[in-house]
């Protein structure tokens, strides 16, 4: 099956530097991406990483290590807005399935 | 381009109704989900489709079924409606590859 661990909460002061972390397991990986969601609103996309490595979208960037199935989201110079649950997500190239985890609510605060 | 839409937004059913929930996409994408969020918690897949006229089962598939007669619309069914389904149903399509993108959901109250 899939399964992926990620902090419940995250507490950040606003200018700062936060990072979520994830970790995973699952048969026939294909890619790690990472979601944000506003309280009452759909999930986004935010980020996609098939390859190790660091990819970086303006103030946010993931990385992706597959030999220790682990992966980060890092969100820089932080805002007021940035308050929100933030989920990594699995694709399965065996299956099709897009499993994702538990979630991790970021507070920023003044 | 009008994405991912679902219908309806709302729902209140009484226990034993059954009722169904539309996703439609214009994206041309192979993939589509659907999931359920509870309060304070993640997304669970109810069931996908990898393709026109195939629908698999996911982590919480019981109480629920699916079809996908088009390519651009994936149906979730409630048979016979329970307060343990209610929830926030989101419907999202993809590529298979780990992006996807989300309707804006349906809040769904069985009471």
């Known amino acids: 099956g899939q399964s992926l661990e990620q902090p419940s909460e995250v507490t950040a002061v606003e200018g700062a530097i936060v990072q979520i972390n994830c970790t995973y397991q699952t048969s026939g990986f294909y890619g790690l991406s990472w979601y944000q969601q506003h309280d009452g609103g759909a999930p986004t996309f935010l980020s996609y990483?098939?390859?190790?490595g660091l990819e970086e979208t303006g103030r946010f960037s993931s990385f992706l290590s597959r030999s220790d199935s682990y992966g980060y989201l890092l969100l820089q110079e932080l805002q007021m807005k940035d308050s929100a649950s933030y989920f990594c997500a699995v694709g399965s190239g065996n299956t099709g399935k897009l499993i994702f985890g538990q979630g991790t609510t970021l507070q920023v605060k003044p | 381009n009008a994405g991912v839409t679902q219908t309806p937004k709302f729902r209140v059913l009484k226990t034993g109704q059954s009722m169904t929930l539309l996703c439609a996409q214009d994206?041309?994408?192979?993939?589509m989900y659907w999931y359920r969020q509870d309060p304070g918690m993640g997304l669970r897949l109810i069931h996908y489709?990898?393709?026109?006229?195939?629908?698999a089962k996911g982590e919480v598939p019981d109480g629920y079924n699916v079809s996908r007669l088009k390519k651009q619309n994936f149906l979730l069914g409630l048979e016979s409606a329970a307060p343990s389904q209610t929830s926030v149903y989101f419907c999202?399509?993809?590529?298979?590859?780990?992006?996807?993108?989300f309707g804006p959901g349906t809040r769904l109250t069985v009471t």
């Open positions: 994206m041309n994408h192979e993939y």
């Open positions: 489709s990898v393709g026109e006229g195939t629908t």
């Open positions: 990483n098939a390859l190790d």
């Open positions: 999202a399509s993809g590529t298979g590859t780990g992006l996807a993108q």
